[in-house]
């Protein structure tokens, strides 16, 4: 029955062709590539990296990086939420449609999506015309940065909130609100422990997509240093300046900072779903 068990987890055979087949894939797509970051870098003296890498310019490249990733996945946390909760429990006309819609900055080149954000969000846009006088202008500031990066996270958060609600046995909500629970306790106590694990999981992800993402900020950004210009912007200029060490060095910083933070969070949601599943 034990061998029955260890063999019901492994449909294909052969793992040690599976497994050297992952691992010359991983090496050829991910590792090896990300290594020529550090070779690069290498051409550089202490003092050359150092100074490159603390430049004010690059730590408000860095900053704004990051600052801007973080509330953007804040907002897809909340709002992807209550998205994903509008999709799995109520039906309306368009709801297909809609549901399509989540996946659209999926396949829309980000420029595409950056150029039409502008065009919004713009002064003479068609909500920037009204926000301006009001004095929020989102187009050309660090906060159309974040509107960029809430669009290209939201599906992330969507599609991974979802299937936990649609998993979510109803009845358990309707027992407790037979006990006597209120609906904001139900939610609290019987349905947030469920899908908190899964919107960790999805924040985190459009947190990684926002940190790289260029496409979809260079038009609405404005691109002003030490204000409005992110740190892939900041390579891009490095390389076009043919200063490729330089290119590198922010890069393999801003690698490092993201792959630690990613872990960080990563470590979080892990113990998350752990307190969630014993719970």
Known sequence: MAEGRARRGVVLPGFGLAMGFTLAYLGLVILIPLATIPLRTATLTWG??????????????????????????LVNAVFGLLVAWVLERYDFP??????????????????????????????????????????????????????????????????????????????????????????????????????????????????ARALGEYGSVIFIAGNMPMR?????????????????AGATAIALVFLLASFILLFLVNVMSLRQRAASSSA
């Open 94 to 207: 368009g709801k297909r449609l809609v549901d399509g819609l989540v996946d659209l900055p999926f396949a829309l080149p980000t420029a595409v999506a950056g150029i039409v954000l502008t065009t919004f969000y713009a002064g003479n846009g068609w909500v920037g015309q009204y926000l301006e006088p009001r004095g929020i202008k989102v187009a050309y500031t660090p906060l159309g940065i974040v509107v960029a990066l809430t669009f290209v996270g939201l599906p992330f958060v969507v599609r991974t909130v979802q299937p936990v609600l649609r998993d979510l046995d109803i009845q358990v909500e309707g027992a407790a609100a037979s006990l006597g629970a209120s609906r904001l306790q139900t939610f609290g106590r019987v349905i947030l422990p469920e899908i908190v694990p899964a919107t960790l999981t999805g924040s985190t992800l459009a947190f």
């Open 48 to 73: 050359q990296f150092w100074e490159t890498v603390t430049a004010p310019r690059t730590l408000a490249a860095y900053r704004l990086s990051f600052g801007a990733s973080f509330a953007a996945a």
């Open 228 to 244: 409005s210009e992110i740190t892939p912007l900041l390579i891009m200029i490095k390389l076009e300046q043919f200063d490729y």
